[in-house]
């Protein structure tokens, strides 16, 4: 009988000390965060002139001195924390400094350890976006370290720790480009809409390299103006194919994105990577501080296709100018899911900032009437509904929308929160001023 009891007892004993081990990390336990190199760091200075690279699986040529990678997190209160860093060295000794805030540290990394090596303690004062940065001081291999993993231990259980935590479905990239937020307008109902006209302001000092400030989104594609390097910016007008598929290469002739006219200065090509369709582009040197106007018609052609042709507005000239029309088969319709978006689509530049005003946004029907658009739904990418990334937001100041994402700011606006406007026309038809001076 005693021999049954112990045997009971060890069991129950046995039984219960996963429960306790947990409840004893809930309540006295550390909770540690490992922060991936390759979707949460960036090479921050002189990153052309190094030859540094991050990747999803670590870092390539970090030889200079120069190199400063910077790592940013997310935590949702003030908290006191113990870091800790593991690098891959595979060639000589390697000496690092890491700074935090105002702590300064400096670890010596032997070659072929990947063991964690203990920074110090940091208290984290406010709640919202920290970085930290690493610079290489010696070494006697041929580069600093090949990769690097940072380690964060909290003590509060209660704690949220934002970053991108896994790379599936390509996430360390996206998440480097940062998130991207969209404004879906409400449209009028049982209505067949033909013209989406909208207006954009970039604020000056708000133009990174990799931004995309997307203007007249459609159902079926997109019309916005980039800026795709110091030397060059475009106004870029898209339209899906029907067929679904990356690669332009597969799309059967028969429902190939077809070419209907274009603009003097309009390229056009294939576009694919994210969906595939026709592609046309100006190169033009928006600036900054000015206010571009918009226009998108979308129509059936009664013949089983559907007509898409966009204008674009320089205030300074100003005149209005064609960028391209195409037909896209195998579809009937109106323009629907009217939409704006901004987004960056160079991943090494996610650590920079970038916002626009979107004002003015209306859509005319098929007999003619306008349509002012004062409500919009903001919405995020699968980055920002994760909330890998926080530095997002969007809003309105009673006359415009605005959207902001990228810099690791620590404002911040739910997904799914509907904005409103002022209405900015007095005129029964809501005809825009600048659409005076248009001309098919």
Do not use: C
């Not at 032997?110 to 290489?136: C, K, M, W």
């Not at 106004?235 to 603009?263: A, C, E, Q």
């Not at 160079?346 to 004002?359: F, H, L, P, Q, S």
Request: charged share 25%.
């Amino acid at each position: 009988m005693k021999l049954l009891e112990l045997s009971l007892l060890n069991y129950i004993r046995w039984s219960l000390l996963p429960i306790y081990l947990l409840i004893n990390q809930v309540a006295f336990g550390q909770y540690i965060h490992e922060v991936p190199l390759g979707g949460n760091a960036y090479i921050t200075q002189n990153p052309a002139q190094n030859g540094a690279q991050i990747r999803p699986d670590g870092i390539r040529n970090w030889s200079s001195t120069e190199t400063v990678i910077s790592w940013w997190i997310h935590i949702d209160r003030p908290v006191k924390a113990e870091l800790s860093l593991a690098a891959t060295v595979h060639e000589g000794d390697s000496e690092l400094s890491i700074k935090v805030a105002d702590n300064h540290f400096n670890l010596k990394i032997q070659d072929n350890n990947t063991a964690r090596n203990r920074l110090g303690s940091v208290e984290f004062t406010e709640p919202g976006y920290h970085r930290i940065d690493i610079r290489g001081i010696e070494k006697k291999g041929p580069a600093f370290a090949t990769d690097l993993k940072l380690f964060m231990s909290i003590m509060d259980s209660l704690a949220r720790v934002s970053f991108v935590k896994d790379n599936v479905d390509n996430r360390f990239y996206w998440g480097r480009r940062g998130p991207s937020v969209h404004l879906a307008y409400t449209m009028p109902q049982d209505q067949d809409i033909e013209w989406f006209y909208n207006e954009i302001t970039v604020p000056e000092g708000e133009d990174q390299i990799g931004s995309y400030f997307m203007a007249n989104g459609f159902g079926e594609g997109y019309f916005g103006i980039q800026v795709n390097s110091p030397e060059e910016r475009r106004i870029l007008f898209s339209v899906w194919s029907p067929y679904v598929t990356d690669d332009p290469k597969d799309i059967p002739d028969s429902l190939r994105i077809k070419l209907i006219g274009k603009g003097e200065k309009t390229i056009v090509n294939d576009f694919g990577n994210e969906g595939s369709g026709g592609q046309s582009r100006i190169i033009f040197s928006w600036k900054a501080g000015v206010t571009y106007s918009f226009l998108t018609r979308v129509a059936p052609d009664n013949q089983g296709n559907t007509l898409y042709t966009s204008w674009f507005y320089d205030p300074e000239e100003p005149k209005w100018h064609f960028v391209a029309s195409f037909l896209r088969p195998a579809t009937h319709t109106w323009l629907t899911r009217a939409h704006s978006f901004l987004e960056n689509f160079v991943d090494t530049n996610g650590y920079k900032g970038r916002m626009a005003w979107y004002g003015n946004g209306r859509v005319r029907d098929r007999e003619g009437n306008w349509y002012e658009m004062t409500e919009a739904r903001f919405t995020g990418d699968d980055i920002a509904r994760r909330k890998y990334r926080l530095d997002f937001m969007g809003g309105s100041d009673g006359k415009r929308f605005f959207l902001r994402n990228g810099g690791f700011f620590n404002e911040h606006v739910e997904l799914n929160k509907v904005f409103h406007r002022n209405k900015q026309s007095n005129l029964p038809v809501g005809i825009p001023e600048r659409m005076n001076s248009f001309q098919e």
